[in-house]
Structure formats: C-alpha cells, structure tokens
C-alpha cells in the first residue's frame, strides 16, 4: 500500500515505533516519524535502539520535539526545536494517545481509513 511513497507517522508510543519500523521495510519507501517529546521515553527499549539504528543508517528521519502544523495534498509542515520545515509526503499515520480524535480529523478534512487486521 505505501510502496515508493513518503510516509509521515506521528507519535511517541511503541504503536508510532513499530509503525514506522514496518513501514521502512517496504520497498521504496521514505519514512519520517515525529513526536513532540525529545525522547521515546514511553516505548520499549527494544523498540528505541531499532529507531536508533534505523536513523544511523538513514533509513529512517526522526523529528523529536516537533508538532504537526500542516497537511498538505504532497508535503507536511512540522514546527520542530530549530523552525519550521516542510517534508515531502503522501501518506500520514496517527499513533497518538489512547484514542483516536476522529471527528477532529474528519472535520479538517482528513480521510479516515478505519482497517481492522486486513490491509
């Protein structure tokens, strides 16, 4: 589903790292994970040193301490610790809190896909 594309996921539990590790092993694919915390302090440390070596390896781009300000039709706007930036995107992955704020979503204009283990 994601093959080729630039996928953005939010968040700083074990759900956004395993996400992410998943999805960096789809061919083609550019991974950017961001978490307004400045460390993955609630995920399990197995979970942490694979992020830490996904991101040595450039396999993986890691924005800590930023906030999702805008999704566009092919690129996300993030406020991080060193100014605004914009990222390339197709596609973006909320793992953020025990529930999901849908009508929030729904109401900005965001696509839910709602897929209960099938893909």
Do not use: W
Not at 20 to 41: C, D, K, P, W
Not at 63 to 88: A, C, F, H, M
């Amino acid at each position: 589903q994601f093959k080729g594309q630039h996928v953005l996921v939010v968040g700083g539990g074990d759900s956004a790292l395993e996400a992410a590790l998943s999805l960096m092993l789809v061919e083609g694919t550019n991974i950017s994970l961001a978490y307004r915390g400045s460390a993955f302090q609630r995920a399990k440390q197995k979970n942490r040193t694979k992020v830490d070596d996904a991101m040595e390896s450039n396999n993986m781009t890691v924005l800590l301490d930023s906030q999702v300000k805008e999704i566009g039709e092919n690129d996300v706007s993030i406020d991080t610790k060193n100014g605004p930036i914009d990222i390339k995107n197709d596609a973006v992955i909320v793992c953020a809190g025990g529930i999901l704020p849908t009508p929030f979503l729904a109401k900005i204009g965001i696509q839910i896909e709602t897929k209960y283990g099938t893909a």
